[in-house]
């Protein structure tokens, strides 16, 4: 998928995030017996791997032309695929005091998608609780296979959004209530798989947003 700069500029940003605070910890657990050494250097690893397919990715896309919109899909484990964009994540959402969960009603999703859409999206639903969800607070990623479609929602304890302000939240560029180009990102690449992303919140009870895909030659188990 080929991005324009400013769109991957934003979407390096968490990313760099990850590797930052893995490496932070990573650093801190040679010095404290009682941390995971293993377990920080393995988030390290998947952080610079996932950032190195993304330029990698964009880099070919810019030898392309015309410029192309259509996914490119292969057979992946949606659920392994979650789960483990979810413990890139752990260590920024630690670092920020924010407990980040993961949970499935399937061990596996066996589907055709383009993971590198899937990634951005997710890491910019993830970004975005993050930047929203106060120190102690929670965010849930859950995955629901329904059948010919699959759910990932990602829900946060923050504010909420005011109800005026919801309409707006997926135009891009928009700043007012603090939402940028992250969620315009993410529902334009929803789309472009074919799925939608959907918000649901309420002021004071936090926000769920709901990535809803077709499910395409799956297999769940």
Known sequence: MLTTGVEMAHDLRMPLQIIQSSAQLLKLSLSDPTLDTAAYADMLLDSVAHLQRMLDSTLADCGRAPRREAPLL????????????????????????????????????????????????????????????????EIRVALN?????????????????????????????????????????????????????????VPGGGSTFTLRLPVRSAEAV
């Open 74 to 137: 292969r057979p992946i484990d949606l659920a392994a695929c979650a789960r483990t964009l979810c413990r890139e994540c752990r260590a920024y959402a630690d670092e920020k005091g924010v407990a980040l969960k993961f949970s499935a009603n399937v061990a596996t999703l066996k589907m055709w998608m383009d993971e590198d859409m899937l990634s951005r999206i997710l890491l910019n639903l993830i970004s975005n609780a993050l930047r929203f969800t106060p120190r102690g607070g």
């Open 145 to 201: 296979a329904l059948g010919d479609a699959a759910e990932l929602s990602v829900t946060d304890t923050g504010a909420g959004i005011p109800p005026e302000k919801q309409p707006y939240v997926f135009l891009q560029g928009e700043t007012d209530g603090g939402h940028g180009y992250g969620l315009p990102i993410a529902r334009k690449l929803a789309r472009q798989l074919g799925g939608e992303l959907t918000l649901r919140s």
